[in-house]
């Protein structure tokens, strides 16, 4: 088949160039921010920004949407 000879071409053709790239020894790459940590840090939690925007019914309790399940 036409595909198979195409591809047999291809890979014959890669195979040749790859006999071309030269040994090389391995090569290492140094740079300053490789492995780079932070310290964890709490946050300030405002509960009443959050609130603000909440809806509140008559006897303070928050309301909040049910959930809609997806089968």
Do not use: C, Q
Request: aromatic share 6%.
């Amino acid at each position: 088949m036409k595909i198979e000879k195409d591809a047999e071409n291809i890979l014959n053709k890669f195979s040749k160039t790859l006999e071309d790239i030269p040994d090389l020894e391995e090569t290492w790459y140094i740079t300053d921010n490789l492995n780079l940590t932070r310290e964890d840090k709490s946050h300030e939690k405002h509960p009443e920004k959050i609130l603000r925007n909440a809806h509140i019914d008559k006897e303070g309790k928050l309301v909040v949407k049910r959930a809609d399940w997806v089968n």
